[in-house]
């Protein structure tokens, strides 16, 4: 977490105000829970509320600050400055609890708002996809595997299948959350044995906490790990946007390009440079969200009831992960939101290999109308590669006839470059006539191809 | 994944058989659908069942790889033997689809039932646990935070943690399975273009998948990260059970011991010793399927439509994580199944240190009697200190008065030894009359310290 | 480790035959040192050569292995095998020793060998990548940040780099190797009370080990942990390498390609497609070697003299790693050495985007003549936007005027358009000559990019 | 890196005063070999040295602060801020150069000076170890594998062995440093197109750092990769030490302790605990550590002549594993340094049973008084049993006899308990006197296990 790449209200979830205050509510509610049990008297419940409820300002936590060099413990430091607020009756705060019950309870619900937020962040990022996705539905492009020319899709697609992933982090994040909102007041060893169950059930429910049905001094960590697993695995997709974008903005392929304000400097040496850096940046800060997910799966193996061997990891893991995670939702929800789409280069990527992309269409064609498989492919494959060949591709393929001189050129056009080819194939015209193939490649490829996408939607964004 | 921690209905499977049988039922069942679409004859599909509803045999399995080493592809080869069954009809088969389509599919199955066989695994697991907690219940023992003597838990605490851990692993196992669960049958880049969606939706339904909503060449990977972070999860845990049995059979411990056969060789130079060599082991093998979780994640970034660089990696993690999850499991039931325990050691242990767990019970005794939050805690830890100090611990701290003489320490009698310095103390003279004390403390500690252990145990397993 | 990802000779070293014939080596030597000490007969030293000097064959290792199930303890079962041959002297063999002390030397042995393996795999791939690297050092690209074209490069230097990247890993490896190539014949916690010291010594030598200065009982695993993790940093270069040839055989860019053997087949579905598979492949092996590295290092931390928590870790990434970055190096020299370079595309890519790599020198030759930093940078910005503008790229830039029409298009020529629009800037006009300008540009911009790769070359493989 | 776990050296490292100076010190040191090479007029070079040498105060880090907000460019904004300390003579400032010539090579100085302070901790906690182990260098206690008590050690051998550990990493760290001690000054692409590589060497010299031989826009990756793989794992032998110290202070165990302070408060709820919380928070730290490792080796793979993906991580995990690994050793060594030991503890755990780590001694004596191996094991074996069994360990074991009552306990002794049952075996009588079995036990056992420790500490630390 470096202020670079954090955003303040994810921040100030960190922050000692927070955190303190959160300390007073789970103090201040079980004082509540003790005076209904009649361990402590209803005043001096009362009075920690009245004197107490207020704001932890900067003065406050510096006086805490100076009392923990002191004590060397800051609960202990945090409950002395509370005394100063409301006196005498301090002496019944935090009555039969240990300081873990505070921490951990307290780190539940500072996870919890975190998820809180980055919840939003999701709702934010699947509306932006969700739109994008509408907007491109319908607009074609050429689909690639392993990096080389497929068949079509329209860029719509790619929209719709991260609002699908993202919705599945969505029902994930909730899970998670739900993993770790438990609250565990139950002593230094889970045992209750200084303080009524009744206590924990009381303050779990004022905070919107589960209790934990059997803790230790601390909360089990599976819980942790569960949650901080489920932060890296949403932020490897996060990686996986921000691929497609990086080679979408490369200068060969220019089918979008991240929003780049005017003004704005790119490269200071060579002033003609647009760097999809946002994309960059944010698979580097996945990277950086999942190197918690180690630690907090080696945080699981405590001894016994509990060494502290966690805490250290947690106090870094805790803020690193979230703010993070936080800030890169949000530049991902600004970068999808602004994306700049070229439609244009788009269909002329689609078009610039003659055609090829229907080499499947052809080959199931063939296979529909009595063609062995077999056979069928080496026609189309032969085809194919004089294709890729005329185009000066792949030009030492000895299996490849010669490249095509510029008369020919001209004769088979540029955008229909597989007819042109297939039309004069020998075996090919055994098996069927040239008239039906052209028919086949006349028939518009495109919406060939993209037929199901009103069928996807669907499935992906309901009726 | 090594044959040594290995079990054969988890290897098989990932064996060749179990893969080619799935993938004749994902071919078989599309034939059907298709065949229900129109697209192909229906003789053609019922005689698709009819020839190829068979075993593959070793030697079937051989003539696959035979006809791999020259087509070097593995689902031409798989279909070229299938044909060799049926016959003409075979070129029926396969319409539309592409590799990925059954190679994906296939990797659902196989993750499924991997999770079925693991899921069966933590039940077995929670029965374990379940019935060891009960044998434990009212087994006292000392908790240890830090390592260090806190205050009394039982053994079936123990126990019970671990099950309530396995039972939420149990959750998230079956979220994850649902996950990766799904069928795509979509076609070289998902637009469904060569093949209607119908048939994906009734091959998943017959194999018992969900049809993946939307697809690329193959299946999101943030569905197979889920799930390989949830086995890194769960093996977590049952490195935090390896953990507390190492403890436990300690040479200075003694509080359990892994079952140790009669005739079994411990060391090979060292015949006095009994090694908890399955829980060692069972922390190492929690390693190995951790290691799995970071190169999932890595797998969800793929470019475009689809690259094939996650699939080495999930050749390797996929029969490596759940193979060695799967022994993890089974070794750790047998070991629970068997764990000696050794209840008079627990005791021992508890009375090692002249009842100092009851340190905290006075504090709250003396706040709870009218002496401040600070005085009281100065005159136990100063007892406490002396307790410590009596038995030959801490003897350089200076705050500490000289250690008992024999005369003393026979005067002090062993268990009770925080009583003995207090009731000479002082300060806490007056505050309260040592009959109090005495009373207090001629309580069962015990039985104060585990009174809600019952209500624990019905928050866990129920009523 | 899997067969498809395997070669022979690295399998090899971790086989049963060559695991008991290195524990054979350390026990015949450890003979011979104790008979020198007179611990043992000289005439036992030499019985155990001279009727144990023999092949593991398959019915050794079976009868190994029956043995073991009895005893269930390897090295034992080992023993008991070889005294079946020797006889009566076997009683001297493995005097004072501990079985830890065989199998962590043995392990010493093997992850030398297979570093010595490694190290010639890395000799191979240095030499194809010196070959390739003089090949193209002339052949001109254009270099890309950010994946956006930027400023001509050689591919000879792109070769040059990962050269200089794995000769560093040689080096790497080569110290990895002397951290793990120790031996330890210390007794059960590595104090010698059972054994001299000199008996250790003897055998390092003999193995070409270093003794291990002070072990438990075992080696410490600092060494294993340094030695894995050199091992998955090598594995990131291959990555390094991967990412760039797949790059560089996008449909878009295709500067080079995989070698595609006649008859190979690609997609099953599409017969068009030549996929950069291999490069792909090693993406993914990468992570799956570098798996490793984080339980390596977890290895670390053992439990005073040892605990055996490593064992199981060591049985499947000792293998796994080495095996599969042997057939990764393997697979990736391979590829280099017969990697198919399209120089005519590269200088293509070069010239598409109408000398626009240029912008630099130009601003470099602004600021050189009088004109401050700031104004050039304006300048040559704008009329670099002009130029992608004119290609169709970035139509939106609000700042960059309106597109060429035809006429205009053909005035502008196609290779020195950034040219044609400085020379028409009214800010330029006033600040240098046209004729200084055209002077500039009509040099050869190629051989001013590349004049120092002869230079970068000496540094690198020297004069 | 959060402030509790950070030493104010190491941060300074990271700070931006640092990081300007530096970025200040590339740009003279290049104006002065750009005046000597005639590029740049001498009298500017030395004008940036008169008028810009001055300290990076709050203010001036203030000022190019604002400069960034406007121009979005760290590098443009330092560059102004300068030029209005030394006026006319900046527009020769950076001539050449890219951003990343001054980002990268910066980020070398700034690893070069952690490095060094790293290397200062590693001498300080070797100091402190060296001191420790000679203190501790007769000092028995017993050697326990797998958590068992095996044979006895001295405490010095563990203080060895760290010592022996932490030096590998001294020389790991070392070529670390050189690893990643390297400058470019190469360009937009690597290439030295717009400056001579004289300037890169020149400044190199003056930076203490080698001369990058083939760069790209950035320093190769694999350098860093090492690196921070490096601080990984020497942050697992800081958790090597930590669990050690961890086992010695459990309550049962008790042979050392960590130093606390009078008046240091341990647990706020049971005053009676002394907790290992310094080496518990070793334990987590040496994660945090760890966690840059797996990003850094992600950071290698960089798209063509550089992505900026690596960046952020960088950024972060840069600061976060130096500062961190800097406060672990710095803790460690304090630890080590003031770490109380307990020999009378360490003795009586030694003494505690019966004398059983002599177990392999007598099984040693018998095989070379004739007995055969087998023989000697069942022997040794059962009376061991018969030991832990007299102790109350282990009585569910069949195999053993019944317990010892009192009398016989009496006649047993305590610490020659293994010597009783032996004289008392039929079948031992047989082989052998009771008289030499009594002479072999009489003699010292502890110098019979420790007679090697000074040839031990002689390799560790020399004559």
Request: hydrophobic letters at 40%; charged letters at 25%; proline letters at 5%.
């Amino acid at each position: 977490m470096i202020p670079r790449y954090s955003r303040p209200e994810m921040v100030a979830i960190w922050e000692p105000a927070n955190k303190f205050r959160i300390w007073f509510e789970i103090e201040a509610h079980a004082c509540d829970a003790q005076s209904r049990l009649g361990v402590i008297p209803a005043a001096a419940a009362k009075t920690v509320w009245e004197k107490g409820d207020k704001p932890y300002t900067p003065e406050r936590i510096a006086r805490i600050d100076e009392i923990e060099l002191e004590t060397k413990h800051d609960v202990i430091a945090f409950l002395t400055e509370l005394a100063e607020h409301i006196g005498e009756p301090s002496r019944f705060v935090h009555q039969g609890m240990t300081s873990s019950d505070v921490l951990d309870t307290c780190l539940s619900v500072q996870l919890s708002q975190a998820a809180d937020l980055l919840l939003a962040d999701l709702d934010k990022l699947l509306a932006a996809l969700k739109r994008r996705a509408f907007e491109a539905k319908d607009m074609p492009c050429i689909g690639r595997s392993h990096g080389i020319h497929a068949e079509p899709v329209t860029y719509g697609l790619k929209f719709a299948r991260f609002y699908a992933e993202f919705a599945r982090h969505r029902d994930r994040l909730l899970r998670a959350r739900m993993d770790i909102a438990t609250c565990a007041i139950s002593g230094a060893v889970g045992t209750f044995a200084n303080i009524d169950p009744a206590v924990e059930e009381y303050v779990a429910d004022k905070l919107g906490l589960t209790p934990e049905p059997v803790s230790t001094q601390v909360i089990p960590r599976d819980r942790h790990a569960a949650f901080f697993a489920t932060l890296g695995v949403i932020a490897s997709s996060i990686e996986n946007v921000a691929i497609e974008i990086r080679h979408a903005q490369r200068t060969e392929v220019r089918e979008a390009q991240e929003y780049f304000a005017p003004g704005q400097k790119g490269s200071s040496a060579m002033p003609h440079k647009r760097n999809p850096i946002l994309s960059e940046n944010l698979t580097g800060l996945a990277r950086t969200v999942r190197m918690a997910v180690v630690p907090a799966l080696e945080n699981v193996a405590l001894w016994h009831e509990r060494d502290i061997s966690h805490s250290s990891v947690e106090r870094m893991i805790g803020p690193d992960a979230t703010v993070t995670l936080d800030f890169a939702l949000g530049r991902l929800t600004g970068l999808i939101d602004k994306l700049v789409l070229y439609p244009q280069n788009m269909r002329d990527q689609l078009n610039n290999f003659g055609g090829i992309h229907d080499a499947q269409r052809v080959l199931l064609y063939l296979t529909q109308n009595g063609v062995s498989r077999e056979d069928a492919y080496k026609i189309v494959q032969r085809n194919a590669m004089r294709v890729w060949k005329s185009f000066g591709i792949d030009p030492d393929n000895t299996d490849a006839p010669a490249p095509l001189d510029e008369t020919e050129k001209e004769a088979a056009g540029h955008e229909n470059r597989l007819f042109f080819f297939l039309s004069k194939d020998q075996d090919l015209a055994k098996a069927l006539r040239v008239e039906d193939l052209k028919a086949l490649l006349e028939e518009d490829s495109i919406s060939y191809h993209t037929k199901r996408v009103d069928t996807i939607f669907k499935r992906v964004f309901g009726a």
